[in-house]
């Protein structure tokens, strides 16, 4: 009697177990309450494109507590392509051996114990676009295995996909990582070939708007196949997307180029104040081991940094733009607004306004800057000046390839 119990509660143990797994219906959503302001963090690729070891990305995480980019909210460290090394004869992926011989666990423990995330790469497709092994028919192991290391953010490239449409391959990723338990932001990169910001809000926490950016002010590089873009131009590319960003779903103009070496101090500037305008991801791509003064002055500008990380998670919008003077808004908590004016061409320009005959709505927000029934405060967000309020007319010279961006704080 007590055997025939024990084989019956076995089975039925089974058929819970059977029941269970059967019952699972797949979750095609991303996990809510990630990325509600733009991811901050910091990327290999622009600076180190295939030279990745464990050693690089821990003393990345050192320099990102000790440069101070941490306190300015910087908190990813992304590793790009190429970490990887083969799959076992069960299918389990593993770092390259020698460049990684830690292990991949090790390294999120390191990160996390300095207070920071740890991203990692991956492809929709069979492989990589550097030639590594892609997550192709591997999506449910790989994200199992990525949640048992520890991994937090996840950019899953759009290379070698043959056969595959983007939306359905990103909702398998997607569940994959639902199934694996850990919440993990999903960075969506086949460069807005398939228009992802129409689908992708559901899918993922950001997605690339473009190809990739070139490490120039304002280029087209032709790789022959395929071109990459300067800041400028990648900005263009930005028109009417913005009705498509919210808190937890961004459009991404790709990393930053700040402190690579290409850019001037004020092209840097204008680059970096961009991309708070547009709520852009903010991913820095140099090596914040060794950055000038200048660097570590626009990465960790805390008055810009707010523009991008505010709450109401509303992106910017070009609201004039002539002879390359363009002014930019973007509406803030609170009332407030940031205005910039910045200056494309290679030559000086000045901008005056009567704030009272500025009125502008912005019909997506529902949003109104109106400088004839408020009044506002003026804050240079580069200078740090305050520079009086909106009762009087403005005046500001804005140099070649730089911006000037004012933030006007509403006085109630
Ligand atoms: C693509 C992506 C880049 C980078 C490389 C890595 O080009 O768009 O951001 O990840 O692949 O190979």
Redesign the pocket.
């Known amino acids: 009697m007590k055997k025939l119990l024990t084989l019956f509660s076995l089975l039925s143990l089974t058929c819970f177990a059977f029941g269970q797994g059967n019952n699972y219906v797949q979750n095609y959503t991303k996990y809510e309450g990630l990325a509600l302001t733009p991811p901050m963090g910091w990327n290999s ?1 622009n600076k180190f ?1 295939c030279n990745v070891d464990e050693n690089l990305i821990k003393s990345i995480a050192d320099a990102m507590v000790s440069s101070g980019m941490k306190d300015a909210g910087y908190t990813y460290i992304n590793i ?3 970490w990887h090394g083969d799959r076992d004869s069960l299918g389990f992926i593993h770092p390259d051996p020698k460049r990684f011989p830690s292990g991949m666990k090790a390294l999120a423990d390191y990160i996390h114990s300095k207070g920071l995330k740890i991203g990692i ?1 991956s492809d929709a497709g069979s492989q ?3 030639g590594r092994p892609g997550s192709r028919g591997y999506e449910f192991q790989d994200a199992m295995t990525y949640a048992a290391w520890g991994i937090d953010y996840l ?1 899953y ?3 070698n996909t043959e056969g595959l449409k983007a939306e359905g391959a990103y909702k398998t990723i997607t569940a994959a990582l639902r199934r694996a338990g850990r919440p993990i932001v999903l960075s969506i ?1 086949e ?1 807005g070939n398939d228009k992802p910001w129409e689908w992708g809000k559901t899918v993922g926490h950001l997605w ?1 708007t473009t ?2 950016i070139y490490n120039c002010f304002d280029c087209i590089e032709d790789h022959g196949t395929w071109k990459s873009f300067g800041t400028m131009q990648i900005l263009d590319m930005q028109d009417g997307l913005r009705k498509y960003a919210g808190p937890g779903h961004w459009n991404d103009p ?2 930053l180029e700040v402190g690579n070496g290409k850019l001037t101090p004020r092209e840097d500037r204008a680059h970096f104040t961009m991309w708070a305008m547009l709520a852009a991801p903010l991913i820095a791509g140099n090596d914040i081991r060794n950055m000038d003064k200048e660097t570590v002055e626009v990465l960790t500008n805390k008055d810009i940094i707010a523009i991008n990380q505010d709450s109401l998670g509303i992106q910017g919008f070009k609201h004039t733009s002539v002879d390359s003077l363009q002014t930019w808004l973007k509406p803030l908590k609170g009332g407030d607004w940031a205005i910039c004016f910045l200056n494309r061409s290679k030559s000086e320009k000045v901008v005056s306004l009567d704030w009272k005959k500025v009125i502008i709505q912005d019909s997506l927000s529902g949003k109104e800057l109106n400088g004839q029934t408020s009044t506002y405060t003026l804050k240079n967000l580069w200078t740090k000046k305050k520079t009086g309020t909106t009762k009087k007319p403005f005046s500001t010279k804005v140099p070649a390839r730089d911006v000037v961006v004012l933030r006007l704080e509403l006085i109630k």
């Open positions: 690729w494109a790009d392509d190429c790469y990589t676009c550097g950019k490239d759009w290379c990169c460069w690339r190809g990739d790709d990393m």
